[in-house]
């Protein structure tokens, strides 16, 4: 089976300009989830989905973060405009929300993102 | 909201066992996971702990008491292959949130 495919693995991008990251989560999988992580703050709970509507996104750190999940084999987040201080690895995850796994997440690679 | 402390680093010989404490308060429980990040790669999944006990998954164990607010994960017969970042997370609700991770270094 295919997990969690992410894109792009990684993306430099000046300040300023629009950065769109790309996730397609497992297939059957009905919660979407994407993290941002970094040294200083760990790993971030930033929005999660369910059945492709948008449940939490009190991690979102500000209005120039943006998330969708048109359908559910697939999501974006934006960052418009992108700033130094968004550089980070940005992961999406997915899960099955069932009793003995207690809606285990799996992980993407990853996109690496550096705004210069 | 959330704490979950655990420690920053951990070194340990090759053979040997580690033991990864991670202490948690958090305004909900419905679960205590552990994941295993290689530098460079993705967190992925070693265990699930919802009840109270040991869960052994091979050379990975997982302990949990909810009335403590504990957990540890026991690595046994450790290889070099261990060396990663060990990530206690807490689930509430449908949210999983993370601590920040214990850098294990296993030495030949």
């Known amino acids: 089976d295919a997990g969690v495919i992410q894109s792009p693995r990684h993306e430099v991008t000046e300040m300023g300009q629009e950065v769109t990251l790309r996730c397609k989560p497992i297939?059957?999988?009905?919660?979407l989830f994407w993290y941002r992580q970094t040294m200083m703050r760990g790993l971030e709970l930033l929005i999660y989905?369910?059945?492709?509507?948008?449940?939490?996104d009190s991690g979102m750190p500000e209005d120039r973060f943006s998330a969708k999940m048109p359908n559910a084999s697939f999501s974006t987040l934006k960052i418009q405009p992108s700033e130094p201080r968004d550089s980070a690895v940005y992961f999406c995850?997915?899960?099955?929300?069932?009793?003995?796994?207690?809606?285990?997440?799996?992980f993407g690679e990853g996109s690496w993102l550096t705004v210069v | 909201g959330q704490n979950i402390d655990q420690p920053t680093e951990m070194t340990a010989t090759e053979g040997a066992i580690v033991q990864i404490n991670c202490t948690y308060q958090?305004?909900?429980?419905?679960?205590l996971f552990w994941y295993q990040q290689h530098a460079g790669e993705a967190p992925t999944f070693l265990s699930y702990?919802?009840?109270?006990g040991l869960e052994e998954k091979g050379r990975f164990s997982s302990f949990l008491s909810r009335s403590k607010g504990y957990s540890y994960l026991l690595l046994k017969e450790l290889q070099m292959k261990d060396s990663a970042s060990y990530l206690c997370?807490?689930?509430?609700?449908?949210?999983?949130?993370f601590g920040a991770g214990t850098t294990v270094t296993v030495r030949a």
């Open positions: 989905f369910n059945n492709n509507v948008p449940i939490d």
């Open positions: 995850a997915s899960s099955l929300w069932d009793r003995v796994s207690g809606n285990t997440i799996y």
């Open positions: 997370a807490v689930r509430n609700d449908y949210k999983l949130s």
């Open positions: 297939s059957g999988h009905d919660y």
């Open positions: 958090t305004s909900g429980f419905n679960g």
């Open positions: 702990n919802v009840l109270d």
